[in-house]
């Protein structure tokens, strides 16, 4: 935090993470009551994923191209401007506000990620920044869904959305003030064909990088099948409001906040060792969770978690920052940002499909055991531990 670019970077993301989780605990909500459908809340998050499919690749090239500030900065506008359709009302306007938002976010993301290392450097300070984000996340997760919850209920909808868009926009103005990284990249001659093809051809071919993204896209189309249940998971089974989703986020914040602080000294070790076991005990509190007879349980069982799914999450972005050449690193977390995206729409459709077919339980126990197999596909993760670069400015 001595670093004034990091903590320019750290409060954009911050402000800008505590917006969009007060919208995530009011979207599927407020769809699943405006329609009693669990295909309408899954349809939310597959519209969700689908611009990363599309657009991920492409974004990656322009985001090693361009100044990686200008790229978040602009994403933030876009991306307030989005969300804006949700304040017209209705189901249409509520897709098309999250289709827009998810677009911008495209770039966003990876921008801010390729951004980090040119701030700290690869060194132990990148460690320490990864860690000191995923405990920033962690306490959001606990604080904003009950933010969001009374924010919905006191306000609805349209002031969730209006203090989203505030957090965009001052993200954006924050993010700007950033010197580190700066400089426009010099132009290259490469079609942007080629350098995607170029940046498919590393991930490919580099056996850390493609079983990384193996491994994130099995954890991820568990969490997103279970995402897209949860509701229906609280009333149907549970016997308890759908509102009452903010306490399972929220204990599943307080994990996450717990995982980020032990995760500093493991982000160091094999990454393989740390993914394996993460992975199975993520798995293992799934199936205790989505099996739980009461509210009070399953919450401590999301609290449960929390603690190796972040654990894993830190691990495989220190992991990607760490091994990747800073002109590659748009690109490949690019390709993170699709696996992202198709985890999400598989596990958003399959869960809208099974539920009805095979029943809301059998559902649940089958995604949480794709969860637990993240353990068996991190094997593929080869042996040795993280080479850490020394220690650079960017």
């Not at 320490?128 to 919905?152: C, D, E, H, K, M």
């Not at 972005?317 to 696996?339: I, T, Y």
């Not at 559902?363 to 991190?378: E, H, Q, Y």
Request: overall charge positive; glycine content about 10%.
């Amino acid at each position: 935090m001595r670093n004034a670019d990091f903590r320019r970077l750290w409060t954009a993301n911050t402000v800008s993470a505590l917006g969009t989780w007060l919208l995530v605990i009011a979207v599927p909500v407020y769809v699943f009551e405006s329609t009693g459908s669990t295909l309408a809340t899954s349809m939310a998050l597959a519209i969700e994923a689908a611009p990363a499919l599309l657009v991920g690749p492409w974004a990656g090239v322009f985001v090693d191209r361009w100044d990686r500030r200008v790229v978040m900065a602009a994403a933030s506008v876009a991306s307030a401007a989005g969300i804006a359709f949700l304040l017209i009302g209705g189901l249409a306007f509520v897709y098309l506000g999250l289709l827009a938002e998810s677009v911008a976010a495209v770039f966003l993301r990876p921008a801010g990620r390729a951004l980090l290392p040119a701030i700290v450097g690869t060194g132990k300070e990148l460690a320490q920044a990864n860690a000191l984000s995923a405990f920033t996340f962690g306490v959001i997760r606990v604080t904003g869904p009950v933010a969001g919850v009374l924010t919905y209920v006191q306000g609805g909808l349209k002031l969730v959305v209006a203090l989203d868009m505030a957090s965009y926009l001052i993200a954006a103005a924050v993010v700007m003030r950033i010197r580190s990284g700066a400089k426009a990249r010099e132009p290259v001659p490469h079609h942007v064909l080629a350098e995607l093809v170029e940046g498919v051809r590393h991930v490919r071919k580099s056996p850390l990088t493609r079983s990384l993204v193996v491994t994130n896209w099995v954890f991820w189309t568990g969490n997103a099948g279970l995402t897209a249940l949860l509701v229906p998971f609280l009333v149907h089974r549970l016997g308890v409001d759908g509102s009452k989703l903010g306490y399972l986020i929220t204990g599943l914040g307080v994990g996450c906040v717990v995982g980020a602080l032990v995760s500093r000294p493991l982000l160091g070790l094999a990454p393989r060792n740390v993914l394996v076991a993460a992975g199975t005990a993520t798995g293992v509190c799934f199936l205790v969770m989505f099996n739980a007879a009461t509210l009070q349980v399953a919450v401590i069982a999301a609290f449960a978690s929390g603690v190796p799914g972040t654990v894993l999450a830190a691990t495989i972005q220190h992991a990607v920052q760490v091994n990747v050449a800073d002109e590659l690193l748009g690109r490949v977390g690019a390709a993170f940002g699709v696996s992202d995206a198709a985890a999400a729409l598989l596990g958003a459709l399959f869960a809208a499909v099974m539920a009805p077919a095979l029943g809301l339980a059998v559902t649940l126990n089958v995604f949480s055991a794709a969860v637990l197999l993240t353990g068996v596909s991190a094997l593929a993760v080869p042996a040795p531990s993280i080479v850490v670069h020394a220690d650079s400015a960017g």
